[in-house]
């Protein structure tokens, strides 16, 4: 049998409901506290899904919390995750791990101290139709991949979300809140990147919140809003990237790769299924058959949502001695990616990487279905 590890989150934000509801779902991890600044939401969210409810204090304290799950801010994700390797517990991260270098390596460090694993979202590269793509990509049916092109981009969070204000501050924005699933899928599939260039803009220095409860207040932009990236992986392969909040409508795909024997038109990386479509040269084809992945089957409305698959990985691997997918090594190397995009916008010129990472190991229809209880 499966070890479990207890888990308990400190943030108690939309995200937590996600991670508490999904998590029965997987082996090797069971969820036992919630805890925010706020003590009435974290009672809220504990009585909602049958958790109890600390202090951050008294989380960080409890016997039976093997990994926190941080789940504040982007801005307090450092500060959050050194307290939880502090007080002896290994730490899984929502996206963006860091917002630089420096807090990676401090991070990095004070686990390698203390001897604890330290893992960060996004782990939607784990779904099906993006290891599908993978295992086309390392069997050949593509050939080698040479170039493509990614494009997340819509009108922003201030129309649905209640407090959208920190996403248009720095930490935030388009690529560093959406990058870190397309810039993670595209490691998984190429492999690291070597440098990056980009052009950014910030259209309108506010935004009009049209979501309840704040309906008609203004909120200021501290951040670029529309990236125009080029990533040139170790590989060879150079990607074409567009983030963008300041877009109503485009019929661009999701992500296309492009490879010397055929097309592959890859789903939206923020989610863990959706459809692919590949070419064989120029015809269209049908995908090889025999891939029955487990996170390809929708279990949320219309989606497959396996959210904490990558903390199920995490426990599951601390537990055999062996990597976890959703590694900081992973984490750490996209976010330079992400910053230096940034970085390259305001200086107008090319930034090469310092850091660098393995791919995850592929994780297939039999390993997915180890994950699953």
Avoid at 224 to 250: N, Y
Avoid at 313 to 319: C, K, P, Q, V, Y
């Amino acid at each position: 049998m499966t070890k479990k590890l207890g888990i308990g989150i400190i943030g108690a934000g939309n995200i937590s409901a996600a991670y508490l509801r999904l998590a029965p779902m997987f082996k090797g991890i069971e969820m036992r506290a919630v805890a925010d600044l706020n003590m009435k939401a974290a009672q809220s969210r504990a009585t909602e899904f049958g958790v109890r409810a600390e202090t951050v204090e008294g989380l960080l304290a409890s016997d039976d919390i093997d990994i926190v799950v941080n789940l504040t801010i982007p801005a307090a994700h450092f500060a959050v995750s050194k307290s939880i390797l502090n007080a002896g517990k290994h730490v899984y991260s929502e996206k963006p791990f860091v917002l630089t270098l420096q807090e990676g390596a401090e991070i990095a460090a004070l686990a390698a101290e203390k001897g604890l694993r330290v893992g960060s979202a996004p782990d939607t590269f784990m779904g099906s139709s993006h290891q599908h793509v993978r295992a086309m990509i390392d069997d050949g049916t593509l050939g080698k991949i040479t170039s493509g092109t990614a494009f997340v981009m819509g009108h922003g969070m201030e129309h649905w979300h209640p407090n959208p204000d920190f996403f248009y501050q720095p930490g935030a924005g388009p690529v560093l809140d959406i990058g870190p699933y397309y810039v993670t899928n595209l490691v998984q599939l190429l492999g690291p990147v070597a440098r990056v260039a980009a052009l950014t803009s910030t259209p309108s220095s506010e935004r009009l919140i049209t979501s309840e409860p704040r309906n008609g207040e203004t909120i200021p932009v501290g951040t670029p809003t529309t990236i125009h990236a080029l990533l040139e992986f170790k590989s060879g392969a150079v990607i074409s990237m567009v983030t963008s909040w300041d877009v109503w409508q485009h019929d661009h795909s999701n992500m296309e790769l492009y490879g010397q024997e055929g097309t592959v038109h890859v789903p939206d990386p923020n989610f863990f299924g959706g459809d692919i479509r590949i070419t064989k040269r120029a015809d269209f084809v049908d995908l090889p058959s025999g891939w029955d992945h487990p996170f390809s089957v929708p279990n949320d409305g219309e989606h497959a949502n396996y959210r904490a698959a990558g903390l199920s990985d995490m426990a599951i691997a601390i537990s055999e001695g062996r990597p976890h997918r959703c590694s900081s090594e992973l984490a750490l190397h996209v976010v330079e990616v992400m910053t230096s995009i940034l970085a390259a916008g305001e200086a107008r010129s090319f930034v090469e990487m310092t850091t660098t990472c393995k791919r995850p190991a592929p994780i297939g229809p039999k390993e997915a279905r180890a994950l699953l209880s």
